[in-house]
């Protein structure tokens, strides 16, 4: 996916591509292609829910299947990366990422639901939990963190949390 349409450096590449193969007359691999441009609206939350229509469509369209995205931008990643609360650091965490603001009701009902022995929080749009018992043996699983808030997720291990917020600083 190219998401810099404007700009455009992937599908030039991939353009060349195929006109270099039609001139020499082989056969290339050529991959799916496709350019998502960015929206235009002016207020965040608009823009921000039109660009991931875009992508999703485009994903979509690809693989034939609905694929939710969540989308942060560099700061909130490097705010996500900082914001694991310190009374959960003590054992292995994976962050969920949440799509949209949970509603707080929601949060509060999940609270009632006994995942013992994991321990989380949920901090902004961010969900920290600990998982003593490794990943496959969750009990707050992200189908049922999806279920609970009404809002799609995707978790990701805080070591590889880490290591895309320091590549932001690069």
Known sequence: LDLDARQGTLSRYVENRIAYARRKDIDLPMPMHAAV????????REAEADERARLEAALEAQFGFPVPVTLRTAHEWREAARGCPAHLRDEAVVVAF???PPDPGRVEALRGRDVTPERWEVVGQQLYQTVPEGVRNLRLSAAVIERHLGVKVTVRNERTVQAIAAMLDT
């Open 98 to 100: 949440l799509r949209d």
């Open 37 to 44: 441009m960015l929206s235009t609206l002016n207020d965040r």
